[in-house]
C-alpha cells in the first residue's frame, strides 16, 4: 500500500503504540488516585505535558488537553466569545476554515453573533491585510488557521497578531494549528496567538487527543466541561493517560530530526509537483506547508481519482477525509473552472513517504488520465 494521506491521519509507530499498551496494562492508574501509582500517574502525566508544551513552545501551564482538534477548535471560539462578551459579537474567520471551526461559528450565529468569513484569493492565499481589515471595534474573535488542510497554504499568523494587538488589543485571536503542528515552525509563547489547538494523530499520534494553548490574555476562562476538576478546572474528565503517552511519545519521535524530516519532506514535495505536472491536465494548486500538495487533474472527477488510485493500493484523497462525498467548501472558496474544480485531489505526505511512492502515484495518475474519458 501507498499511504499519501497524512494529513487526514497517520500511523502509529510501534513505539507509540508500546508506550500506549504499558499505560493501558501496567501504570493504568488514575491520576487523581493517592496511593503510590496514582502519584506516579501524576508525575508521568506532568512529564508528558511537558513534552507536548515543549514541542508548542509554551509553559506547561498553558496546555490543556482536550479530545481532538475539533474540541479545541470549539473550546477556543466558545471561551473567545465568553471573554469579550460586552466587547462585541462579531467574528472574523475564513470560508476555508476546517468545520470544526467553521460549524462552532455557525452555532455562534444562531446565538446572534454576526460571522464575517473571508475568502482567499485563487492561489489560496489571504493576507494579514484582509484580516485587519475585516477587524471592527466589536469583533470578539479573530479565528484563522495556520495550515490549510486541504491545500497546505500558510496563513500569517504571527503578522495577523501584530497588526490586531495595534488595531484592536481586546480582540482575542485563535489559530487552528491542527495542520501546522510539527509541519512549520512556530512557537506558541511568540506567535502572538491567544488560543493554538493542535491533534495528535496528525503527527504520528493516537486518534483521540489533541492540546489547546491558552495564552495569559485569556483571564479566568469558563470551564468547557465543569467536573471533577482536572485540566486546572478547565475540562473535566478523567485524563486520557494512555492518549496522552501515546501523544507524548509521537511528538518524542518527530522532534528527533525534525528540521531533516521537513526539509525532505519539502523536497519530495517540489519533487511531486515536477513528476505531476508533466501529466497533461493537471493543475497544481495552492501550497506551502512541506506535507501538502493540492493538484487538479482538470476533466476528470475527483472521486472517480480516487476511486481508481485507491483500487490500485494508492490512498489520496479527494479533499478532506471530513467531507467525504460532499463538495469541498474550501476548493468552492477559490471561486475556479468547474472542470479544475471537480478534478482536485490531495496527497499528503509523512516522514516515511519515499520517491518511489511518489513516482508510483504519478504513474498511476498518468494512466488515469490516458485510460479513462473526461467527463467534467
Ligand atoms: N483542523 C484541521 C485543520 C484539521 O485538518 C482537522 C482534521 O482533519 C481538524 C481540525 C480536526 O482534528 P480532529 O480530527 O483531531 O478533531
Redesign the pocket.
Known amino acids: 500500500m501507498i499511504y499519501l494521506d497524512h494529513?487526514?491521519t497517520t500511523p502509529v509507530p510501534r513505539a507509540v503504540a508500546d508506550a500506549m499498551y504499558a499505560v493501558l496494562t501496567e501504570q493504568f492508574a488514575n491520576p487523581s488516585a493517592q496511593y503510590p501509582m496514582g502519584l506516579e500517574m501524576k508525575k508521568q502525566l506532568a512529564a508528558w505535558r511537558r513534552t507536548i508544551a515543549g514541542a508548542l513552545g509554551c509553559d506547561p501551564k498553558a496546555l490543556f488537553f482536550t479530545s481532538?482538534?475539533?474540541?479545541g477548535?470549539n473550546w477556543a471560539v466558545r471561551a473567545a466569545l465568553w471573554q469579550n462578551r460586552h466587547l462585541g459579537r462579531h467574528i472574523v474567520t475564513t470560508a476555508v476554515e476546517?468545520s470544526?471551526v467553521l460549524e462552532a461559528c455557525r452555532w455562534a450565529q444562531q446565538d446572534g453573533c454576526e460571522v464575517t468569513y473571508l475568502t482567499p484569493d485563487a492561489q489560496g492565499n489571504l493576507s494579514a491585510q484582509a484580516v485587519l481589515d475585516a477587524v471592527r471595534p466589536d469583533t470578539a474573535l479573530v479565528s484563522i488557521?495556520m495550515v490549510n488542510?486541504e491545500l497546505g497554504n500558510v496563513f500569517p499568523i504571527a503578522e495577523i497578531a501584530r497588526g490586531l494587538a495595534a488595531k484592536n488589543p481586546k480582540t482575542l485571536l485563535h489559530t487552528?494549528a491542527?495542520?501546522g503542528f510539527l509541519e512549520v515552525p512556530f512557537a506558541a509563547r511568540t506567535l502572538g496567538a491567544d488560543f493554538v489547538s493542535v491533534?495528535a494523530?496528525?503527527i504520528g499520534g493516537p486518534k483521540g487527543i489533541?492540546a489547546l494553548y491558552v495564552g495569559p490574555r485569556v483571564r479566568n476562562p469558563r470551564p468547557l466541561l465543569p467536573g471533577g476538576g482536572q485540566e486546572d478546572g478547565l475540562r473535566s474528565g478523567t485524563e486520557a493517560t494512555a492518549q496522552i503517552a501515546g501523544f507524548a511519545k509521537a511528538v518524542e519521535l518527530r522532534l528527533s530530526g525534525l528540521e531533516e524530516t521537513l526539509a525532505r519532506m519539502a523536497s519530495l514535495r517540489d519533487y511531486a509537483v515536477e513528476q505531476l505536472s508533466a501529466i497533461p491536465d493537471v493543475q497544481i494548486l495552492g501550497g506551502g506547508a512541506p506535507h501538502i500538495l493540492a493538484l487538479s487533474l482538470a476533466g476528470w472527477p475527483s472521486q472517480n481519482i480516487v476511486n481508481d488510485l485507491g483500487a490500485q493500493g494508492i490512498c489520496i484523497s479527494a479533499g478532506?477525509?471530513?467531507h467525504q462525498g460532499k463538495p469541498s467548501h474550501v476548493v468552492a472558496a477559490l471561486k475556479l473552472a468547474k472542470r479544475v474544480s471537480g478534478g482536485v485531489i490531495r496527497l499528503s505526505f509523512g516522514p516515511e513517504t519515499t520517491q518511489d511512492d511518489i513516482d508510483q502515484c504519478a504513474a498511476a495518475l498518468r494512466r488515469h488520465h490516458d485510460t479513462r474519458m473526461p467527463m467534467l
Open positions: 494529513a487526514a481532538c482538534g475539533t474540541e477548535d476546517h470544526a488557521m488542510n487552528d491542527v495542520q491533534s494523530h496528525k489533541g478532506s477525509a471530513c
